[in-house]
């Protein structure tokens, strides 16, 4: 069992590129989400999604899409990428919405030079 | 101020050490999540609760409701105990999403 799989796991980008961030789960979670972690900061929710086709936004949207086409994949889009989106970012699959354990990938560590 | 705040910061412990990491919050919740990030970067579940006291190995989690306040403590610790803690809220009416605080640092020295 894969778990949840993130990648890359390290990439550099030059301000105004855009990228995807892969993220993909195999245990047919309802419930995906994006976070970003900065130097102390906690976790902080970007985009999130309660099942194929509906996502939301979280606390810290901006300069981020997300889409659910299928069950298992959940990408993060980098539109235009700026030096305040370096930041190390995980994704998290739980089995539903509410009151279940969440299961994180082992992040990216995205560097915007 | 936050709505998840942990207690302390950092915090250094010799091997073998009674270990409490605490947190407040301040909104309603429907459950607390205890988190372990380990020095590699990833993160794994370790408890999640919303009454009493869970155990699972030398860890174990407690939650006081009325307080606002859980802790986690290490019994026996242990320099594979090192890492980055952290708690996180599920607060109700919030769609399901998580209120995380700052994490506490542990470092257990052998």
Request: with cysteine; hydrophobic share 30%; net charge positive.
């Amino acid at each position: 069992n894969a778990g949840v799989t993130q990648t890359p796991k390290f990439q550099v980008l030059k301000t105004g590129q855009s990228m995807t961030l892969q993220c993909a789960q195999d245990m047919n979670h309802e419930y995906m989400s994006w976070y970003r972690q900065d130097p102390g900061m906690g976790l902080r929710l970007i985009h999130y999604s309660v099942g194929a086709g509906i996502t939301d936004q979280g606390e810290v949207p901006n300069g981020y899409n997300v889409s659910r086409s299928t069950t298992e994949d959940f990408p993060l889009r980098l539109l235009s990428a700026a030096p305040s989106q370096t930041s190390v970012y995980f994704c998290a699959s739980s089995r539903r919405q509410y009151n279940q354990p969440q299961h994180f990938g082992d992040g990216t560590r995205l560097s915007i030079l | 101020k936050n709505e998840v705040e942990q207690s302390p910061q950092n915090l250094t412990a010799q091997e073998g050490e009674f270990i409490t990491i605490n947190c407040s919050y301040s909104v309603g919740i429907s459950a607390l999540h205890w988190l372990q990030q380990h020095p590699g970067g990833g993160i794994v579940s370790l408890f999640m609760l919303s009454s009493g006291k869970k155990k699972h190995g030398r860890l174990i989690a407690t939650i006081n409701i009325q307080e606002k306040h859980s802790s986690l403590h290490i019994t026996a610790s242990h320099p594979r105990d090192s890492a980055v803690y952290i708690c996180a809220a599920l607060s109700r009416g919030s769609q399901g999403n998580l209120i995380f605080g700052k994490g506490t640092k542990l470092s257990v020295k052998p």
